[in-house]
């Protein structure tokens, strides 16, 4: 009884009350305070994850580059020969640097190696051509048009490095074209979680690796200059160059537009992934429907005297009875 009677009394209502509303003000002019504080312990712990995020980028470039990956140091005497000849004024364009970062080949080593071979190869092409020409086979051909076959080989042989390195970009875009739709969904994925967009890039280069190590090596090298370029849209512009697919180049526009206008990423991730899966789709369609004319010529010549051979054949066995 005694203690209803003690809850029950006005005075220690009273005394309750104005406590509880004491506390209610300390509390509602403590919260912003505290709120800020949680803030400020948030972004220095992002300050320091990125700066870390900065260092491993930065550690795995300097590795590849000892490997040999990324940059490679020019022979000495493919450099020796190409700065005698004055080569770099020559063929050394912006074009040129362009083609072979699409082709993965970066760094002053690649570069060197095509001027030498540009150089080189029409040459050695000509001698072979000469030698097969004049001691290995004799042709009832007069010299002169042996030595004018030789020099057209010459001629042919001069576009070798320039179709060498448009096979290895034909092939490193094919293989980021068939993965890109599927990284583009990861990358959705990984920024809608809550993930910065650095996070994101550098967490799907290593999931899609086992698909394509092409693009893989691309989304690593995009997050390694988002970590230390001043302007992260710079960036993003270069994953376009370097990869020169129009789906890829319109994924980095729409970043670009998002960094700037300050617009919803996720939102611009999810209509590029969309129409990324409605492009390759269309080429497999493509591909589908230009498959029955393929394969007329193929029919035509294998399978049907097959076809002829075993419905006329019985025939003529038994016409060849009866006669």
């Known amino acids: 009884?005694?203690?209803?009677?003690?809850?029950?009394?006005?005075?220690?209502?009273?005394?309750?009350?104005?406590?509880?509303?004491?506390?209610?003000?300390?509390?509602?002019?403590?919260?912003?305070?505290?709120?800020?504080?949680?803030?400020?312990?948030?972004?220095?712990?992002?300050?320091?994850?990125?700066?870390?995020?900065?260092?491993?980028?930065?550690?795995?470039?300097?590795a590849r580059e000892r490997h040999g990956r990324l940059r490679r140091s020019p022979a000495g005497f493919m450099n020796e020969i190409v700065n005698k000849l004055n080569l770099r004024k020559l063929f050394d364009t912006e074009d040129l640097r362009e083609r072979l970062k699409r082709a993965g080949?970066?760094?002053?080593?690649?570069?060197?190696?095509f001027m030498f071979f540009r150089v080189v190869a029409p040459v050695i092409v000509f001698v072979v051509a000469l030698v097969y020409l004049f001691v290995l086979n004799d042709f009832s051909y007069p010299p002169i048009i042996k030595f004018a076959i030789a020099l057209g080989a010459g001629i042919l042989?001069?576009?070798?490095?320039?179709?060498?390195?448009?096979?290895?970009?034909?092939?490193?875009?094919?293989?980021?074209?068939?993965?890109?739709?599927?990284?583009?969904?990861?990358?959705?994925?990984?920024?809608?979680?809550?993930?910065?967009?650095?996070?994101?890039?550098?967490?799907?280069?290593?999931e899609v690796a086992s698909q394509s190590l092409e693009l893989a090596e691309e989304l690593s090298l995009t997050t390694a200059e988002l970590s230390y370029l001043q302007d992260r849209r710079m960036a993003f512009d270069n994953l376009g160059k370097r990869t020169g697919l129009p789906g890829v180049k319109a994924v980095t526009t729409a970043l670009i537009q998002a960094e700037r206008y300050g617009t919803p990423v996720g939102q611009a991730l999810?209509?590029?992934?969309?129409?990324?899966?409605?492009?390759?789709?269309?080429?497999?369609?493509?591909?589908?429907?230009?498959l029955p004319p393929k394969l007329t010529v193929p029919m035509i010549i294998f399978f049907m005297p097959v076809l002829f051979v075993i419905i006329l054949f019985p025939a003529a066995i038994g016409y060849y009875q009866w006669s």
């Open 157 to 206: 042989g001069s576009y070798g490095p320039n179709v060498f390195i448009e096979n290895l970009i034909q092939k490193r875009m094919q293989s980021i074209k068939v993965a890109f739709p599927d990284a583009l969904d990861m990358l959705l994925i990984c920024v809608q979680s809550g993930m910065s967009v650095e996070a994101a890039f550098g967490k799907v280069s290593k």
């Open 270 to 290: 999810r209509v590029m992934a969309k129409e990324n899966r409605d492009i390759r789709q269309a080429d497999a369609e493509k591909k589908a429907a230009a």
């Open 105 to 113: 080949l970066r760094g002053q080593g690649p570069l060197v190696a």
């Open 1 to 62: 009884m005694d203690f209803i009677d003690t809850f029950t009394d006005p005075t220690f209502l009273i005394t309750m009350l104005a406590a509880i509303c004491a506390f209610a003000t300390v509390l509602t002019i403590a919260m912003p305070l505290l709120a800020q504080d949680r803030m400020n312990h948030r972004m220095r712990t992002m300050a320091i994850e990125r700066d870390k995020m900065r260092a491993e980028r930065l550690a795995e470039i300097a």
